[in-house]
């Protein structure tokens, strides 16, 4: 029998929204729990992120606004079962549907203040059966990181460190447009300035929810430990029963006497590992923070977990405007091409894909456009208009800082012919292209793509502009400019196979007993697919919460 130099009943491994989800409801079970985090910091790659858990049927939408039977709907319809996505079934999509709401429930009621991430945030595919056209989403009310004492400095940074709702936040951008967002501008600099005078220091987005998280987990007496990699996991008879960590510079054994549950992020700064699972990619491109290795992939595939959809990733379009490489976030080009007066192109001049929809989406059919045209880059192609009205890599409005043309970054011409020859592409294609993009929005359809067609489109787009023009708009008006566009991206999204209950199978359909994973350790239960904003986080704290509840022996039990 294995020897601890300590046991806990509920061992897990990483510090994302999953694992204090988890932690909290084993916690409220009246169980012990460690946390072991590898960085110096809490709170993972949720912390840099949005925050946002994608939850049908939450408790916050409006009743009869949603249901069990529409979001698993449009689950199923979306992702569906095929053979190359074996990390998601009916099962398991239904489970999340159903559970999901009652993890919402269960942390409010540990005291995360929470709420609807906003009215209008589209599902992904919102015209498929069972799409919401509103908005799933759910996310932590603006915290003040003072809050968490001394544990304010080891909370990673987020990206988004002001006192503003998240929804108010990404209406920011239209300031010039909007009487009301320029007062609601200057409302957030006097909160600023007012909480410096009174000691507060706000974050929102994921820093929010995971400042919140934090906070009800040291309330809930989760022991939690920094600079504490995992490196192994103990296993006797074929069970799961502790792992081996490092304490003051040498390995420490922890038992878990109810399991192990693995919540350590995915690859993404592992170029080795996406030369081998996602040719094409970069890991210098990805916004994860720097930890995210794949340590663990590797270490349960070694006791036997099989390792799925390790092709995916959660794209999110950046462009590498001057610094990137140095920015905290680098910067994303979601809604770039999305906006009126801009499309993409490939490196031959030729639209290929709908610029708006999901970022998923969008990285993948660059990376499968390129296989066939060079696409890596692609060029988001915009007139003076844009330029005058919209932003790019955080400037615009009219306003472009001299580094960006300097640099050579922010191509400008004349004409289009005259663009062309700067990003080196066939001058009357691209001319041909932009042309054809402009009857395209004459006559208000994207007949090549259906641009504007989905509701995420138009929210992507212009919110001050009517029907499909919300995105669509022509490029007619010199000057014209142009900036690279790089599948960049948020998280790898293929890892382990798991079950119902979030146990790691083999490779015979059998659980590997005592050992549970969820979010981007293992792959995805929403397949090959991004349904809608925040389908990492949300699986992540639900499959987080259902892999507590089967290890403790709850089933559905409340708690």
């Given at each position: 029998m294995?020897?601890f ?11 994302g929204?999953g ?22 910091y ?13 939850i ?12 069990t ?6 689950l ?17 999509r239904?489970?999340?549907?159903v559970?999901?709401p009652?993890m ?7 005291g ?11 599902d992904?595919?919102?015209?498929l059966?069972g799409g919401?056209k ?6 932590a009310k603006?915290f ?10 080891r909370l ?12 108010d936040?990404?209406?920011?951008a239209?300031?010039?447009?909007s009487?009301a967002?320029k007062l ?7 909160k600023i ?12 987005a ?5 400042g ?6 040291l309330?809930?007496g ?5 600079e504490?990699p995992v490196?192994?996991?103990v ?31 995915g ?10 699972y996602?040719?094409?990619?970069r890991a ?5 923070n720097?930890?995210d290795?794949?340590?663990?992939h ?14 995916e ?6 462009t ?15 809604s770039?091409?999305?906006?009126p ?7 031959s001049?030729?639209?290929y ?15 499968k456009?390129?296989?066939v045209v ?13 330029i005058?009205?919209?932003?790019v890599a955080g ?9 960006y043309v ?7 011409a004349?004409t ?35 641009r ?5 489109d ?10 499909t023009l919300t995105?669509?708009g ?19 999204y ?10 790691v ?11 549970y994973?969820?979010g981007v350790s ?9 349904p809608?904003?925040?389908?990492s ?5 639900t499959?987080?919460?259902?892999a ?12």
């Amino acid at each position: 029998m294995a020897e601890f130099d300590e046991t806990f009943d509920w061992v897990v491994v990483g510090s994302g929204a999953g694992s204090m989800s988890s932690g909290l409801l084993m916690r409220q079970a009246g169980k012990s729990v460690v946390i072991l985090e590898k960085s110096p910091y809490v709170g993972g790659t949720t912390c840099k992120s949005g925050g946002v858990m994608w939850i049908p049927n939450n408790p916050f939408m409006d009743p009869g606004e949603d249901s069990t039977e529409q979001g698993i709907t449009y689950l199923d319809k979306v992702v569906g079962d095929t053979s190359d996505a074996p990390g998601t079934t009916h099962e398991k999509r239904l489970a999340y549907v159903v559970e999901g709401p009652k993890m919402v429930e269960f942390l409010v009621r540990q005291g995360v203040q929470l709420e609807r991430g906003s009215h209008f945030w589209p599902d992904y595919y919102d015209e498929l059966p069972g799409g919401c056209k509103t908005s799933r989403t759910v996310v932590a009310k603006p915290f003040d990181k003072k809050e968490l004492g001394e544990w304010a400095p080891r909370l990673r940074q987020g990206f988004l460190e002001v006192p503003v709702r998240l929804d108010d936040g990404m209406k920011l951008a239209f300031a010039n447009q909007s009487w009301a967002i320029k007062l609601q501008f200057v409302k957030i600099g006097l909160k600023i300035a007012a909480g410096k005078l009174t000691g507060k220091h706000w974050v929102t987005a994921g820093a929010a929810l995971q400042g919140r998280m934090l906070k009800a987990a040291l309330k809930a007496g989760i022991d939690i430990r920094l600079e504490s990699p995992v490196t192994e996991l103990v296993v006797e008879a074929g069970k799961v029963t502790g792992v081996v960590t490092v304490k003051d510079g040498k390995p420490w054994r922890v038992g878990g006497r109810l399991g192990v549950l693995v919540n350590a992020g995915g690859f993404a700064r592992n170029q080795e590992m996406r030369d081998k699972y996602m040719p094409g990619t970069r890991a210098e491109w990805s916004m994860v923070n720097e930890s995210d290795h794949g340590d663990m992939h590797k270490e349960m595939e070694r006791h036997g977990g099989v390792l799925a959809q390790m092709d995916e990733m959660v794209g999110f379009q950046m462009t590498r405007a001057p610094g990137w490489e140095n920015e905290y976030v680098a910067p994303g080009a979601q809604s770039v091409t999305a906006k009126p007066h801009a499309i993409l192109v490939d490196q031959s001049g030729v639209r290929y894909m709908n610029e708006g929809g999901s970022y998923e989406e969008y990285c993948e059919r660059m990376l499968k456009r390129c296989a066939v045209v060079p696409a890596v880059p692609s060029w988001a192609i915009m007139d003076s208009r844009y330029i005058d009205k919209y932003m790019v890599a955080g400037a615009g409005h009219g306003k472009i800082p001299r580094k960006y043309v300097e640099s050579g970054y922010l191509k400008r011409a004349d004409t289009i012919e005259q663009l062309a020859e700067l990003i080196k592409v066939d001058p009357a294609t691209l001319k041909a292209t932009v042309e054809r993009w402009n009857g395209f929005v004459d006559k208000g359809s994207d007949d090549d793509f259906h641009r504007g067609d989905r509701e995420y489109d138009k929210f992507l787009g212009d919110p001050f502009r009517q029907g499909t023009l919300t995105t669509l708009g022509r490029i007619d008006k010199a000057p014209f400019y142009a900036v690279d566009v790089v599948p960049g991206d948020v998280s790898t999204y293929g890892g382990v196979i798991t079950d119902v209950n979030s146990r790691v199978l083999k490779a015979d359909g059998t659980p590997i007993e005592g050992l549970y994973a969820t979010g981007v350790s293992t792959a995805s239960p929403m397949g090959r697919v991004y349904p809608g904003a925040g389908a990492s986080v949300g699986p992540s704290m639900t499959f987080g919460c259902i892999a507590a509840k089967h290890a403790a022996g709850l089933g559905n039990q409340a708690v």
